[in-house]
């Protein structure tokens, strides 16, 4: 898949599914149940023990899902996380040689940044979106006002996105969003709890179907 159809899918959906976890066990039949609720992008993070392994078995067994590698702080991980089948990669923080190695390799990449000088580097040094991180402390009414401003750069805000505010931020502007523990619980993900967290995705969806909808 090329890069603007990674981008038009990740734009459509709306909702990156991000997975934390102590353990990669459990991992595939996450992503499944995410996809029986409708969201099939899905990060996983380098602080997931045996990341990379996961990483090109989930993308072999499941193609047709859009697996990012996510915590990537050197281009010698992003590198090493496309060649396991990342489409996107994201940093927690600007990252510039990071940034520079995805647009070698023709991959979307998603940057950590938080104040406006840091999202209009992450813009100018070639992100294709900047990641509004830690986002839950001013909420939607900062994407907002930022976004006023600097109306050219994409913007997924991640970190206390969840189905009751996920509209909010939309509406305020950005990309899409990404999701971690208000979507992929730990303790649904520990007890393989896969209905909730189906559940937990069709609230996502329906969010979102909604911002559509008033449109």
Not at 184 to 203: L, M, P, Q, Y
Request: glycine share 8%.
């Amino acid at each position: 898949m090329k890069k603007d159809a990674i981008l038009s899918k990740i734009r459509a959906e709306k909702v990156i599914a991000l997975i934390r976890a102590d353990s990669p066990d459990g991992l595939l039949d996450c992503a499944r149940a995410l996809a029986a609720g409708g969201l099939t992008s899905i990060e996983l993070t380098m602080t997931t023990p045996g990341a990379i392994r996961m990483l090109e078995k989930a993308t072999a067994e499941l193609p047709d899902f859009l697996f990012g590698l996510g915590t990537v702080l050197d281009a010698e991980t992003a590198r090493i996380g496309i060649l396991a089948g990342a489409k996107f990669i994201v940093t927690p923080a600007l990252r510039p040689e990071v940034i520079t190695l995805c647009q070698r390799y023709s991959v979307p990449v998603f940057a950590g940044a938080f104040t406006p000088t840091e999202i209009i580097a992450a813009w100018e040094a070639g992100a294709d979106a900047a990641k509004i991180f830690p986002a839950e402390f001013f909420g939607p009414g900062y994407i907002k006002s930022v976004k006023a401003p600097l109306p050219q750069v994409e913007m997924v805000p991640t970190g206390g996105v969840n189905e009751n505010n996920v509209g909010d931020f939309l509406r305020a502007g950005a990309f899409a969003t990404a999701a971690g523990s208000s979507l992929v619980d730990a303790k649904a993900f520990k007890e393989k709890n896969w209905a909730a967290i189906t559940a937990k995705a069709r609230a996502f969806v329906a969010a979102v179907a909604a911002v559509g909808a008033a449109k």
